[in-house]
């Protein structure tokens, strides 16, 4: 799996993988919540520029990492998205949960 | 025309994107939409997550993935001899689940029933559980008649 993070003043920017699914989810929540844990994360921002499938359980680490997040009062947000992950999003209504910025409007999504 | 396939594989997480390609290569010979490629695999990959992490409870296991076409209706059918479930309806709720330790959002069913036409689960504890998926593929005909078709295939 090829996930980066990028971190800067507080905040981070993870670039997830090609395919989310159950297959990278671990290495992903493990990695993540150790980063957020060690530099006091208050900012987190999935970018999904490189994503192009991803199915439930990348959503159940998305909420995970969120809840996490809000019990420290952090934000979350998500970026990047193209048709299917915007869907993706829909259909499981993440959109509600996590703030989902797009380049075209620079506002939220629906 | 008539077409099957059948391909069974290690219960093991790495197998999960193959299943979701196999299963959208075999039904690239219905000309599916980019959409409706996407809508497949994503309901795949569920069932066959699903057989890993609950059916096997991720030991040592064989799935088996099977499709058939017959005009443009595909029929994928995804099988473990896993634990099995109790109560099938119980499981299909959504946010429904029995691992919530490991980050499970309990959407897998639901994904399943959003992305194909019609879906059914058998399952026997003890036994396995088996899932039909059922989409028919090819509305691309109406949707370039609304001239908002796909025209990069």
């Known amino acids: 799996m090829d996930c980066k993070y990028q971190l800067k003043d507080g905040c981070m920017r993870i670039s997830m993988p090609k395919e989310v699914d159950h297959h990278c989810a671990e290495q992903l929540r493990k990695e ?44 979350v947000s998500a970026e990047h998205l193209n048709e299917r992950i915007k869907k993706i999003f829909i259909v499981s209504g993440l959109h509600k949960m996590i703030q989902v910025t797009s380049e075209q409007t620079g506002g939220k999504l629906v | 025309m008539k077409n099957e396939m059948r391909v069974e594989f290690d219960a093991k997480s790495v197998n999960e994107g193959f299943a979701r390609v196999a299963a959208a290569a075999f039904l690239t010979q219905l000309d599916p939409t980019l959409d409706e490629i996407a809508d497949v695999k994503t309901a795949v990959s569920e069932a066959v997550t699903n057989a890993i992490i609950h059916g096997y409870e991720s030991s040592e296991g064989k799935v088996t993935l099977s499709c058939s076409l017959d005009d443009q209706t595909a029929v994928l059918v995804i099988e473990d001899k896993g634990v099995g479930m109790e109560d099938v309806k119980k499981a299909m709720e959504p946010f429904y689940t029995t691992k919530p330790q490991l980050e499970r959002s309990g959407m897998g069913f639901a994904f399943m029933e959003a992305f194909m036409d019609e879906i059914k689960v058998e399952s026997k504890p003890g036994v396995g559980t088996k899932v039909t998926l059922i989409k028919k593929i090819g509305q691309r005909e109406e949707e370039n008649q609304d001239g908002c078709g796909d025209s990069s295939h």
């Open chain 1, 32 to 75: 993540a919540d150790l980063l957020i844990g060690a530099y006091h994360i208050r900012k987190l921002v999935f970018d999904f520029s490189e994503t192009e499938f991803m199915d439930s359980s990348g959503i159940g680490v998305l909420i995970g990492r969120c809840k996490n997040m809000g019990y420290s009062g952090g934000e």
